[in-house]
């Protein structure tokens, strides 16, 4: 998997930094790719805020910030921590700068652009669906200690009857971590979705920590169930 900087902000809410990386085995490089998010966090505040309302100062001037991006950027893909990366920064529909580094693989010759498509995979979890619940939270639209069984009547399996919304945000529900449920031709949504309610936890819910793809779909189908739309166009109207 390649490397993707996106760094947005959305009115009114706090930046959102989001990371996909490969596995950083070299210590140097791990540390370079960690700068490079710190980098561009400052960049944003810098860039992309408004001047100081009582001095009338901007934040720092971000051409250096911008040189020292590139440079942690092109470091990073010399010591093969990752063969590409694209960065954007911006705020609401301004985008101050955006630049793709290396290529799609290392044995690529495809240079990485701001036009790449990369594979957010799990950043959904924490972009999504969790910022979504809390919203839904905050709106006294759900209790993060009711049982799941309380919004999705279907959730009914014996071992599951303790299950919480809370246990499926923190991965304590017992869940597995994952299936290849195509790999036994388990392909449509509705066999999906059964196929992990009747899966068997692993362990009493609220007991064990074990990352888990279950929780958080489980956990989309309660915000589907509470506001009467689809995942996707309520995340779309309310988060993105």
Do not use: W
Not at 40 to 54: E, G, K, N, T
Not at 147 to 160: C, G, I, M, N, W
Not at 195 to 213: C, H, K, M, V
């Amino acid at each position: 998997m390649q490397l993707m900087l996106a760094f947005s902000r959305l009115p009114h809410r706090i930046p959102v930094l989001a990371l996909s990386t490969p596995q950083v085995t070299l210590s140097m490089s791990l540390i370079r790719y960690f700068a490079l998010g710190a980098v561009i966090q400052m960049l944003c505040v810098s860039s992309c805020s408004a001047p100081d309302s009582l001095t009338g100062r901007q934040g720092p001037n971000p051409v250096h910030a911008y040189a020292r991006m590139d440079s942690l950027a092109e470091a990073s893909i010399r010591e093969r921590a990752f063969p590409g990366a694209a960065v954007a920064i911006g705020r609401g529909e301004d985008v101050h700068r955006i630049r793709g580094y290396g290529t799609y693989t290392y044995e690529s010759g495809r240079r990485t652009t701001p036009q790449s498509l990369f594979d957010v995979a799990s950043l959904t979890k924490v972009v999504a669906t969790t910022t979504a619940s809390m919203l839904l939270y905050e709106q006294g639209l759900l209790d993060l200690d009711a049982t799941v069984r309380s919004y999705l009547p279907e959730f009914d399996a014996p071992d599951k009857s303790e299950v919480t919304l809370r246990h499926l945000l923190t991965h304590t529900s017992g869940f597995i971590p994952f299936r290849p449920f195509y790999e036994d031709g388990v392909i449509t949504r509705r066999a999906v979705i059964d196929s992990i309610f009747t899966i068997p936890l692993e362990s009493i819910p609220g007991e064990e920590y074990a990352y888990s793809d279950f929780g958080m779909i489980t956990l989309a189908l309660v915000i589907e169930a509470v506001t009467g739309r689809d995942f996707a166009s309520y995340t779309a109207e309310n988060v993105f």
